[in-house]
């Protein structure tokens, strides 16, 4: 908010900058829907995911015709800022004049407090790392970009998604999951679905400057470095600390204080066990690994064998919903949330109550959310090896 930043110059520009975002990209909207005389916007197609956006094709298909057909229609509904918005099936066809940018994406349960209601309805996730938006379309178009032919087009929409990218990063080094800021929850820190992860090894891939980001110039590979490698720190200074000990990390944080943060009614802070897991595994692949990162990786890991499930299975039971029952020999599996200071698993439901167990909650949320995980698992596997090569005598 206007308050939080008031007295902090840097935090002050990105809010400034990002409020002015918002402005010109609805600005844009409204001028675009009053010269074509369109009254009421129309809604794009909307799918789970960036279905149709496939990023394993041989390098020679980005070359051909149907790859410059969806690359167009992705230049087509990048907003004014540089981004993407989520859910939406861009492989359909191109914006036409007033159209919205992407697909809403409202939940269907929201209630009177809801902290998953937008403030704008017709407003919401315009241009966001949610979902494996944008960071997607970005890797696509560069791939049509480095490939194909007559791809001035492609280069610039390219272009102008990583300066969004960048001006999206908090000056401590962090990523919200909506940008321009939209407000609740969106404007936190965001590790779940591993949006940051996702942005930072982008980033990463942009700086190396190998494969399609061949065409990326120096200045801007050289600023994707920067950029992701103060994303890492941002992480490091992240990770929970309980008594002096670093735990793992929740999969929201707040963007000034690093604490963690709640999200939906059904979110609250917490350490969470996957989205912790995909950054040490990330952190694991670093080449050179410093002493924070080597730190940071034992800790998580030691918090990861002190809270494994072991001969429990989170599954349907007859004509009931899923449940935690006894299953031996079963695990390891981890809750999704552990609460802060007890490493007790704690679940919540729509009506902002909190229970420490799952079989408590409603049937809706029961069989509608994930609430075990087993990243960890495939974490203490790798762990077993990196340990030996990064013992913590060394650090």
Request: a neutral charge; charged letters at 25%; hydrophobic letters at 40%.
């Amino acid at each position: 908010t206007a308050e939080r930043v008031a007295a902090l110059p840097a935090w002050k520009h990105y809010f400034e900058t990002s409020v002015r975002q918002r402005q010109a990209d609805q600005n844009f909207l409204r001028a675009e829907m009053k010269e074509h005389g369109v009254k009421q916007n129309t809604e794009p197609p909307k799918t789970g995911n960036a279905k149709g956006i496939d990023l394993n094709n041989p390098a020679a298909w980005y070359g051909g015709a149907e790859a410059r057909r969806i690359a167009d229609n992705l230049v087509s509904f990048q907003t004014p800022a540089g981004g993407w918005c989520k859910n939406t099936d861009f492989t359909k066809h191109r914006r036409a004049a007033g159209e919205m940018f992407g697909a809403l994406s409202g939940s269907l349960f929201l209630s009177t407090n809801d902290f998953d209601r937008p403030q704008d309805e017709r407003w919401s996730y315009v241009g966001t790392f949610d979902n494996d938006a944008t960071t997607t379309e970005l890797r696509f178009l560069a791939k049509a970009a480095a490939t194909g032919t007559n791809n001035t087009s492609l280069c610039a929409a390219f272009l102008h998604g990583l300066d969004y990218v960048f001006a999206a990063q908090f000056p401590n080094g962090g990523w919200p999951q909506v940008w321009p800021l939209q407000g609740g929850y969106h404007d936190a820190i965001t590790f779940n679905d591993d949006a940051m992860l996702h942005v930072i090894e982008f980033l990463r891939d942009v700086s190396a400057g190998q494969n399609e980001f061949v065409f990326v110039p120096p200045e801007l590979r050289a600023k994707a470095d920067a950029s992701w490698k103060r994303g890492v720190n941002c992480i490091l200074a992240a990770q929970i600390v309980v008594d002096g000990r670093r735990t793992v990390w929740g999969q929201q944080h707040d963007a000034f204080t690093l604490q963690p943060a709640s999200a939906r009614n059904y979110e609250m802070p917490s350490q969470s066990s996957g989205e912790s897991g995909t950054i040490v595994l990330f952190l694991m692949q670093l080449p050179q690994p410093d002493a924070n990162v080597v730190a940071a990786v034992h800790a998580a890991a030691a918090w990861f064998e002190k809270t494994k499930i072991e001969g429990k299975a989170f599954r349907v039971v007859g004509t009931e919903s899923r449940k935690l029952v006894d299953a031996p020999g079963s695990g390891p599996i981890w809750a999704r949330y552990y609460e802060v200071g007890t490493d007790r698993p704690i679940f919540g439901d729509r009506d902002l109550t909190i229970h420490d167990d799952v079989n408590e909650i409603s049937r809706e949320r029961r069989h509608g959310y994930g609430w075990y995980r087993d990243t960890p698992k495939r974490v203490l596997e790798h762990y077993a090896k990196w340990a030996k090569a990064h013992p913590p005598e060394k650090i």
